[in-house]
């Protein structure tokens, strides 16, 4: 008894074939090579699987009726357990502990640990742009940082967020230059910001000026935890972290500083929006 028709054997041939090349470029490959290579290759195959078993199962999922005729099996709804708050703060739990089953909270042990050292290799470059593309990424830049500075420059008295313009040229660098990644969407900048700015602000209290080593560690590494477990991580936020507590002036603005990095920020997202969409090989943003 055959499964397959023989015109159906041509798409499982083709994932036969597909594996098969697969496993010759397998012995190329270095260690850490291939641990991904067996596992794309699994994922490869269950998808196989699952898609032979879906089209057994179109075969013979239907109900002999003499007098209605052929009946196909109504599909199963997915069962929902619980509403879309409760449901939607499970996953946020799943995501922030993920179980053993699907997420490997182990250490590499030490031979293991020693070779993923040493088999490294040459990544790939990042490919060159045009002076076309450069050009409107020089201007969105210069447009969005002179915006912010005529306004800090002539609208406060004292100006005591000077630190704020080095994070700003990281922001505007990945706005301009790389609008379609995914760390340069407005949420990582909003969010990013607000998590730095609160807790180095926070630390710079607590500490009193003293211990600037251990206050610039924990600012950061809190910065970046909390990016993590909220989805937003943003690399300017890491250095807004960094630079209030490092900064020798006295710091008087206190959470004012808050509002300084994301006015700035906000007139960077702001200016993107208008000028990356006036070339047709730009966008920004995907998504907000």
């Known amino acids: 008894m055959y499964l397959f028709s023989e015109s159906e054997d041509t798409d499982h041939d083709k994932y036969v074939e597909e594996a098969i090349e697969t496993l010759h470029l397998y012995e190329a490959l270095s260690l850490d090579a ?27 999922d239907r109900i ?5 005729g052929d009946k196909k099996l109504p599909d199963p709804k997915p069962e929902k357990k619980g509403n879309f708050f409760t449901r939607r703060i499970k996953s946020v739990f799943n995501n922030w502990f993920p179980p053993p089953s699907d ?42 940082i002179a915006i912010i500075g005529i306004i800090f420059d002539y609208s406060f008295q004292y100006k005591p967020f000077p630190i704020v313009f080095a994070a700003l040229g990281a922001s505007a660098t990945l706005i301009f230059s790389v609008p379609s990644g995914p ?67 006295p710091h008087v603005e206190g959470y004012l500083y808050i509002l300084a990095s994301l006015f700035g920020v906000s007139i960077l997202i702001f200016v993107g929006w208008v000028v990356n969409n006036i070339p047709r090989f730009k966008k920004y943003p995907k998504f907000w």
Request: aromatic share 12%; charged share 20%; with cysteine.
């Open 183 to 249: 760390l340069s969407q407005p949420k990582h900048f909003v969010v990013g910001h607000i998590i730095a700015t609160i807790t180095t602000v926070t630390l710079e209290i607590a500490f009193q000026g003293n211990l600037r080593w251990l206050a610039s560690a924990l600012a950061v590494g809190i910065t970046i935890f909390i990016m993590e477990i909220t989805g937003s991580v943003n690399p300017p936020s890491g250095a807004l972290a960094l630079l209030y507590i490092n900064d020798p002036r």
């Open 103 to 144: 997420f490997n909270y182990k250490l590499e042990h030490g031979r293991a640990y020693f070779k993923k050292l040493k088999s490294w290799s040459y990544g790939e470059d990042l490919p060159y742009s045009s002076w076309y593309q450069g050009m409107w990424a020089a201007l969105g830049a210069f447009i969005g």
């Open 64 to 68: 002999k009726d003499p007098t209605q």
């Open 34 to 60: 291939k641990r991904q290579a067996i596992q794309r290759l699994g994922d490869e195959v269950l998808q196989a699987i699952n898609r032979m078993k879906v089209e057994c199962l179109s075969e013979t």
